[in-house]
């Protein structure tokens, strides 16, 4: 069992000097570091080691503040020769603990870095934390996820152009299809492109040519974020937009209360084109909705409608859009979550043709789970979720619903969503518990008292990934193995998953399978594919129900032509 001898004394963030700031810069806190430093410190130092308590060595919080970081990478790369040297310090933990930490000399100094960014990171967090909650999990889901023996053969499409000379070079976010087939690829800087035939692309609407107050930053939540056709576009011409907005660029529907600040603005709009079968937009568009932003991330997210929905169905037609928290929980504004009378934190469900909205630019559905209810948001179909990224429908047989929701810091979730369900944020973080009074880095155990709130169905923690790329239930002919498995990633990482349809049931937790890739018949990994350690990935489909794959990082698009199964694997990274 591995020890680490620090030591370190309780504080509240009110205690931290500048000298304790001025560490803040030693350390590489960048996402990809944190998550490399976690798995690290799960693997050599968790068994003994938190950031709450005491276990089998002393916890960890602040530590970073109060000792040097050369003498923690001195003494984690050779604890036993500190102690000999006669080091006070170290001779004073000997002396304590009786017993030597095993030496690290293995670690490279790349390792070391990205430990000391974990550790100060979640010490750090400890200690600016309210309450100082005890039982923080580090590592909640211990159970590594397997790599099956399937292999994803990848095969690259085009290259999108870059929108930027610096990362990423373009900013592309969701792939879809029209109902008349045509493909389509948004770039969060502004430019919704038509894939056409060989793999060439056209700007089909640049909407920061149409949008004086169009802004693509600050943060990752904003800009050209999602697009969805009328399921009677070929017909009515209209097409669905989110996008971000400076802040005051107009009146909010929802705006936030006067003592928060507004970051953006993000936005709702209906486009109606002159003619459908056009390869470039011309017409013009109206608002549906404009909401407060806390800042310029977990914005409006993926905007789309329920493919299963026949004309005859009361789901026909009918708009969903996910809607993030906007950051307020951490910003210090948890009411604004999980609260039906406020918009955030939220899907929403409303009828882009209707009028009987506040604002009378839409209609709000008459089966709505909360329209009888005094006070509460009308457009809510679910509520409780962080960052409702991507939503889609099984259309395998099962009709099943799916909203995946990036975590903070410990848990990405996949939910089957169901009409008024509370998924628990920021109360819940997966199937855990969430307390944004403590230390926000790590989540808890369950309470034993009983709740409303809903729990995932699929989950995975950070030492698997850090934000979680949903994708859609594989029912293309082309390709059996893949038949029934809702495949879908982490966008940092690049990593694939898959879980089968079928497990995927409310009250369990279904199983979760890596898959392979190979690329011009090398087996490989997207980090290696796209030469970056943050892959930025999204998935996409096309009107025949086959998958793509494609990088903000290198702004490539790969189809997926086959799957194999390929007994001899390359390890893991």
Known sequence: MLLLFFSCHSSTADDISKTELNKENQYNTSEMAIQNGMVLFNLHCASCHNFSENLIGPNLAGITSEVDKEWLISFISNSPAMIESGDSRSAKLFEKYKQYMPAFKMLKAEDMEDILGFMHKFSQGEKRSKNHRAGGLINPIPEKIPTSSLTLLIEEQFKVPPSSDMAPISRINQMSFAPDGRLFIVDLRGDLFEIQEG????????????LPNFIDNPGKGSGFASFAFHPDFVENGL???????????????????????????????????????????????????????????????????????????????????????????????????????????????????????????????????????????????????????????????????????????????????????????????????????????VVYPLPSEKDNYTDPVVQYDHDEG??????????????????????????????????????????EQAAVYRLNVSLNGELSDLETITSHKRVDLRIGMDIDRELYLFSKSNGAVYKVIDCQNIKTQKVDS
């Open 199 to 210: 793999n060439r692309l056209s700007t089909y609407i640049n909407i920061r040519d149409s």
């Open 466 to 507: 850090s934000a979680i790329s949903g994708g859609f239930v594989f029912v293309g002919d082309n390709i059996p193995m893949l038949k029934g498995k809702y495949i879908f990633g982490d966008m940092s990482r690049g990593y694939i998953y898959y879980s089968e349809i079928e497990e995927m049931n409310q009250g």
């Open 239 to 441: 097409f669905y937009t989110t996008h971000t907005e400076a802040p005051n660029s107009a009146t909010a529907d929802h705006p936030l209360p006067d003592s928060i600040e507004t970051v953006v603005q993000s936005v709702l709009l209906e486009w109606k084109t002159e003619n459908s079968s056009a390869q470039s937009f011309s017409g013009n568009h109206r608002e549906l909705l404009r909401v407060d932003m806390v800042s310029g991330g977990h914005t409006f997210q993926q905007v789309t409608f329920n493919p299963l929905a026949q004309k005859s169905d009361v789901d026909y037609g009918m708009l969903y859009l996910g809607i993030g928290d906007g950051v307020a929980a951490l910003r210090g504004y948890p009411f604004l979550c999980d609260n039906i009378e406020m918009i955030w934190s939220s899907v929403i469900r409303i009828d882009p043709l209707g009028h009987n909205s506040d604002n009378g630019h839409y209609g709000i559905p008459i089966d709505n789970p909360f329209i009888d209810m005094p006070n509460a948001v009308k457009e809510i179909w679910a509520s409780g979720f962080r960052n409702p990224h991507r939503i889609t429908w099984d259309e395998s047989g099962t009709g099943k619903m799916i909203i995946t929701n990036i975590g903070q810091h410990s848990i990405e979730e996949v939910n089957l969503g169901v009409a008024g369900a509370d998924y628990g944020w920021p109360y819940r973080e997966g199937s855990f518990l969430f307390d944004f009074d403590a230390n926000i880095e």
